[in-house]
């Protein structure tokens, strides 16, 4: 059932956020990074923390809750079970990109209400956020995305592109699936919560960092292995935004 708030407004009652993401102890158990539980038990207090400062009903779908085989049939079950409580419009984020902050969400919540799905592409390829209306959502077109690819963002555009009111697209983020990830997220600090940024500072020398001085649209990001946003198995190039 989705934990209300006593915030919700009866412009946004039939909307809903669902955060779909394992506990900390499951996710370092596919995403190795040092201190990963902790780091990943303050991203999940991240993503709740703004999912509460929305005011919109949610829905958490951990590991413990999610139904299918695969992560397509998993994340396609979720949206139609929260699709079938009633809720005409979605919005799924995860808890690896400390960058999305209240901003995105109030945007997304606006697009929603007035009928235009709504995507938040990651750096990879992959995505960060995704809104959806009930009255567009084919729950065996979703079951086809090639989830876990660097296409998944284009795939997504190009299909929700084709609703009456277009999609609107948020500004591309980092997300975080390894070591790696962490010097190029470091660059957005004044975006990122302080805390997350003091345990990511901690896991990585000021030197390793300055190694890591590219431009960013030439970044070709990383390995991402069983993620569980939808972000990419191989190495993928920058999402074409």
Known sequence: MPLKSDQVTPEHSRTAILLFARTPKAEIQHKWLPKGELLYAQFNEHSQNLIRRSGIPFFHFSEKDQRGKNFGEKFAN?????FDSGYDRIISIGNDSP?????????????????????????????????LLRSEF??????????????????????????????????????????????FLLRFSSFIPFGIIQLLQSLISRNKISEFGVILSEITPFNTPNSNKGSPVNFPILAQI
């Open 78 to 82: 979720a949206i139609q079970e929260i």
């Open 99 to 131: 960058q999305l902050s209240h901003v995105e969400i109030r945007t997304a919540i606006q697009s929603l209400e007035d009928g235009i799905q709504v995507l938040g592409p990651s750096k990879d390829g992959g995505i960060y956020l995704l809104g």
């Open 138 to 183: 084919d729950k065996q077109r979703f079951l086809e995305f090639s989830w876990g690819q660097r296409c998944l963002y284009g795939e997504l555009k190009e299909f929700l592109a084709l609703t009456p009111k277009n999609v609107h697209i948020l500004p591309a983020f980092f997300d975080i699936d390894n070591s790696s990830d962490i010097p």
